[in-house]
């Protein structure tokens, strides 16, 4: 990145014309005339100043408000730089000598103020930057009287090609495979100052006329549609795009892309609908992206009535985007999607083997968040950082509900339990963990602050809390917060406010005892007497502890407010019980309940948090699970929250195998993917000792029956769940070395690799069967056949499969392979994943993390998410002290230099500390309860 510039400038009245990279005067473009100066619009400076209870420390100082921005850039896409001049229209409420604003990575040439009222323009004496933050100050002699005026500068800067930070280049081949370029943005949530000088926090709403000067063959996307178009004053090539005014915005949701693009539209039914299109450098079949159009018109037609609010702009925009995004950039009005994730077939028959399931899914949920937040996150945007988590924790939220109501086969909340809720149950039981509304200072800290655990945990409590108070209300809620802050900006407990006003309910208490305390509650039944053909039940809370260092972290008097609902044995579908636990201890009384019957506490899993039943309820729940009694997402939760209880020490892991046992006729596809996530957290823990070898054996035992159920063939009629099913029960038993799995699918895979067909939902299996069963020539075929496959999904299943090898001479040569040209950056993270979930490939891994360290962490650097994500998966998968002093010992002496690295090793540590405590504590109860299997 390029450092600033410093200059000195001294004051004058400027006489020259100061004029656009276009050639058009500013005083046309700003309209700036000799008027007195009004200040009826101080009522609006006053509102953008007021921040409430924010720390204002680290906030731009309030000397001066940005009404609008006229932008016009002129870039060159043959060299990667651009041009530029930005007039900003402000409203100084007194008068004053500085001005502060934000600055990142450009050059920046003549500052001038024009004042309106007397039409005096003044050079800046001076300006100085501050790097570290990202600011400028410019200096003015003498001072600036209050009023309204424009503030003119210069700038020129790079399109960067390392990183994907303000404006980036996105290259790809021609006609002629010459690379050529596209320029984009991505201005989240801190880097539209990486483009133009600007005020760059989400409280400074503003409205923005941009330009552009470009050759004529250019096509030029912005948030708004195209104004006018004319011709260059004096080169004939180039002619200058101007875009219709955006509505009022933070500079974060700004967005452009220049370059060569080609698209197709959909207007939706009788040409009613926002127009949406689909750019690209280069759009497959047509099929293919009008099934994404039309699935983009439904969202838009569910949002619109779910807010009750119009889409607020005039038209959408989607950007297929080559470059590896995450997932996608929610501008507005305009976004960028990862191109591989977005252009995926329609849902038919005669094309069910062109991309699996979740895959599908994943887009549909990356495209319902991105325009959930067109009104969530934009039409209202966050008034301060700190506040980023709810507008992601409700769009993650949002993700699943919306997709449950227009396609309830998927069985959406399911999903959503085993993705999110479970995982921030498990995340926020250790350590080194946050409040999810954590104070943010300035947006360096974000990376480090908003991570899963805020989006995870906080889209769980937003879960928990519509369920509290009833979707209707949640609704009226939400369209009720658009309503009163669109265009403008607010917070948590503005949002928490208004569903305290629709729903009569203390939401705010509520929600505070969430939000600003990390860790979630532990409730355990204490007590449990019959009295008068009822039942008195006693709740305790506490938090729920889930290492040894949490215990030393986690405050312990650490109180919450939380919703209870309670279901019945005699119909455990239907709630018979709420309740408001706001102390330590409550009772209350089940009425007509027997002494054989059994209650739920949190039927459903709508309530975040753990429950701990007496010991003798434990049989009752046994055969609860055997007979189904208990519906499928209350299995699951029942046998996570035993997992979790003997991880923590709470009870014996004889718990967790007895519990495992009773699920040997288990058909739900949910149920047995939490079933094998709590197999293979015991593998993790007992691959070191000698009982493992018998542990696997259970395994094998616990599988038996649905192996024989699912089968290897596809079945006509079979639902999307049944296929993953099937797919997860063989992939379980080629891990365990399941002989006859292996044999049968080496021979299929053979059968495939030498022309027989078998379809995309059967080849991830087949691949890890070839490669557990493959010499040289075998690997060096699946290489081949991965290099000249297109379809990106099953390229992916290819990576995928490659760490089952058992030759460790192999596993070296696909390590190297995962971080050669061949493989993409993020893609080198699925290859590592699937050698660290093999027994002996762990070890071989590491042993490569350690050796290659200075080239993944170049590599990484620039790639924070990618770089904890590749820390978590060296790291967090040993549970021996042996490993966790040297793995610890490593890091002493070895940086990632990326936000999040050092909380995702301590992470890391704590588990493997808390495997090993765990395997000291029960290594032998263990062992004795799996005496009877034998190999």
């Known amino acids: 990145m390029k450092k600033l510039i410093f200059k000195t400038c001294k004051s004058r009245h400027a006489s020259h014309r100061f004029r656009f990279p276009s050639g058009v005067p500013i005083e046309k473009i700003c309209n700036i005339k000799k008027t007195e100066s009004s200040f009826d619009h101080f009522q609006y400076t006053r509102s953008i100043f007021d921040f409430g209870d924010e720390d204002i420390k680290y906030q731009l100082p309030k000397t001066i408000v940005a009404t609008h921005y006229t932008l016009c850039l002129k870039p060159n896409l043959d060299y990667l730089i651009f041009e530029g001049c930005v007039a900003i229209q402000c409203i100084m409420p007194n008068e004053t000598r500085t001005v502060t604003m934000n600055v990142g990575g450009i050059l920046l040439g003549k500052i001038v103020w024009a004042d309106e009222a007397t039409g005096i323009r003044q050079e800046a004496a001076e300006f100085n930057s501050n790097p570290a933050e990202q600011r400028m100050t410019i200096v003015f002699s003498p001072r600036l009287t209050a009023g309204h005026g424009v503030l003119i500068i210069n700038f020129k800067g790079r399109i960067q090609e390392s990183h994907m930070d303000g404006l980036y280049a996105s290259s790809y081949h021609n006609e002629f495979e010459e690379i050529n370029h596209n320029a984009l943005t991505k201005f989240s949530h801190a880097e539209a100052r990486q483009c133009f000088p600007c005020f760059d926090e989400p409280g400074l709403k503003a409205t923005f006329a941009i330009s552009f000067v470009v050759p004529r063959t250019v096509t030029i996307i912005c948030n708004t549609p195209i104004k006018t178009t004319y011709p260059h004053r004096s080169d004939k090539t180039l002619h200058i795009v101007e875009f219709e005014t955006t509505p009022k915005m933070s500079t974060y949701l700004l967005a452009f892309a220049i370059g060569q693009f080609e698209f197709i539209e959909n207007r939706g039914e009788n040409n009613k609908s926002t127009v949406c299109r689909i750019y690209g450098e280069h759009l497959p079949d047509e099929i293919f992206v009008n099934y994404m159009l039309e699935t983009c018109q439904i969202f838009l037609n569910f949002f619109t009535n779910y807010f009750d609010i119009p889409f607020p702009m005039k038209k959408l925009d989607i950007i297929a985007e080559t470059k590896h995004l995450p997932g996608a950039m929610d501008s507005w009005g305009l976004f960028t999607f990862k191109e591989s994730g977005l252009l995926i077939p329609p849902n038919t028959k005669s094309n069910v083997d062109e991309v699996n399931l979740d895959a599908r899914i994943n887009t549909l949920m990356t495209l319902s968040h ?553 290594k032998l109860q263990i062992s004795d309860y799996l005496l009877p299997y034998d190999l």
């Open 370 to 922: 991105v325009l959930c937040h067109q009104w969530l996150g934009n039409l209202v945007t966050i008034k301060w950082w700190t506040h980023l988590w709810l507008y992601e924790a409700i769009g993650t939220f949002m993700e699943y509900y919306s997709i449950d109501i227009l396609e309830p086969k998927y069985l959406m909340w399911m999903r959503f339990v085993t993705n999110v809720y479970i995982k921030a149950l498990e995340m926020d039981a250790l350590s080194h963990v946050h409040m999810i509304e954590t104070p943010i200072h300035q947006p360096s800290e974000l990376k480090e602050n908003h991570d899963s655990l805020s989006f995870n945990k906080g889209a769980a409590i937003i879960g928990m809390l519509q369920t509290y108070i009833g979707n209707a209300k949640f609704q009226q809620g939400i369209t009720k917060f658009l309503t009163k802050f669109a265009y403008g900006n607010a917070t948590a407990t503005n949002f928490w406010e208004i569903l305290e006003e629709v729903s009569d309910k203390p939401i705010t208490a509520i929600m505070t005892s969430w939000t600003k305390q990390a860790g979630f509650p532990l409730i355990r039944v204490i007590a449990s007497r019959t009295e008068n053909k009822g039942r008195v039940i006693t709740l305790h809370q506490e938090v729920f502890i889930g290492t040894d260092l949490a215990a030393k972290s986690h405050n312990a008097h650490n109180l919450w407010m939380i919703p209870i609902s309670i279901s019945l044995s005699t119909n455990p579908k239907v709630i018979i019980k709420e309740l408001l636990m706001d102390k330590r201890t409550v009772s209350f009384k089940l009425p007509k309940i027997s002494e054989i019957d059994w209650y739920k506490i949190n039927p459903g899993i709508r309530g975040f948090y753990r429950v701990k039943y007496p010991q003798e309820m434990f049989g009752q729940f046994l055969q609860a699970i055997r007979s189904k009694a208990l519906p499928p997402m209350d299995r699951l939760g029942l046998l996570n929250d035993t997992y979790a209880f003997a991880e923590a020490g709470f009870n014996s892991c004889v718990d967790v195998l007895t519990i495992l046992e009773t699920f040997v006729d288990e058909d739900n596809f949910f149920v047995w993917k939490q079933i094998d996530s709590v197999i293979n957290g015991l593998d993790r823990l007992l691959y070191p000792v000698d009982c493992y070898k018998k542990f696997k054996f259970f395994a094998k035992s616990i599988f038996k029956h649905i192996y024989l159920k699912v089968g290897w063939d596809v079945v006509d009629g079979e639902s999307n769940n049944d296929v993953k099913l099937r797919e997860l029960v063989l992939t379980r038993l080629l891990m365990l070395g399941h002989a006859e799995c292996e044999e049968e699918g080496f021979l299929r895979f053979e059968k495939f690799m030498n022309g027989e067909f078998y379809p995309m939902e059967s080849r991830s299996v087949l691949y890890k069967a070839g490669m557990i069963k493959c010499d040289q020539d075998t690997f060096e075929a699946i290489i081949r056949r991965f290099r000249t496959i297109e379809s990106i999904d099953e390229r992916n299943l290819i990576l995928e499969s490659l760490g089952f090898s058992m030759n460790e001479v192999i596993l070296h040569e696909i390590l190297d392979y995962a971080v050669s040209e061949f493989v993409r950056h993020e893609d080198t993270l699925i290859v590592m994943k699937s050698v660290v979930s093999n027994v002996i490939g762990k070890h071989i891994a590491w042993k490569f993390f350690k050796d290659r360290f200075n080239i993944l962490a170049h590599r990484y650097a620039l790639e924070g998410g990618r770089a904890t994500q590749l820390l978590k998966t060296i790291t967090d998968c040993f549970s021996t002290e042996d490993m966790h002093t040297e793995i610890a010992e490593f890091f002493r002496h070895h940086h990632f230099h990326i936000s999040g690295a050092d909380r995702t090793i301590a992470q890391s540590l704590e588990k493997i500390h808390n495997f090993a405590s765990w395997l000291k504590r029960e």
